[in-house]
């Protein structure tokens, strides 16, 4: 192993935690393996319910979106009005 420095403990940037990886993996065995079952259970449920169980799931199968913010501030003084015009319609027809 390398010598340990500041700044560089842990797991890489981006790499996948692989107790979660192997958790995923046991989860989508037993949903596979047990598919007939839980879709016959899911339709004798209450729409309510069988919501709950599907969102509740959501979380295991589907990454987590990340909220993002613009940051940067637009100085509107410095823009000519042709660029003003250009933000303006851009905004306008989203």
Known sequence: MGKFEKGNAGRPKGAKNKVNTQM??????LFDA???TIQEDLESLEPKDRLKFMTDLLPY???KLQSTTYSQRIDLDSMSE?????LINKIVNQ
Do not use: E
């Open 24 to 29: 995923r993996d046991l989860i989508q065995q």
């Open 34 to 36: 047990n598919f007939d």
């Open 61 to 63: 199968l589907l990454p």
């Open 82 to 86: 042709d660029d003003l015009d250009l």
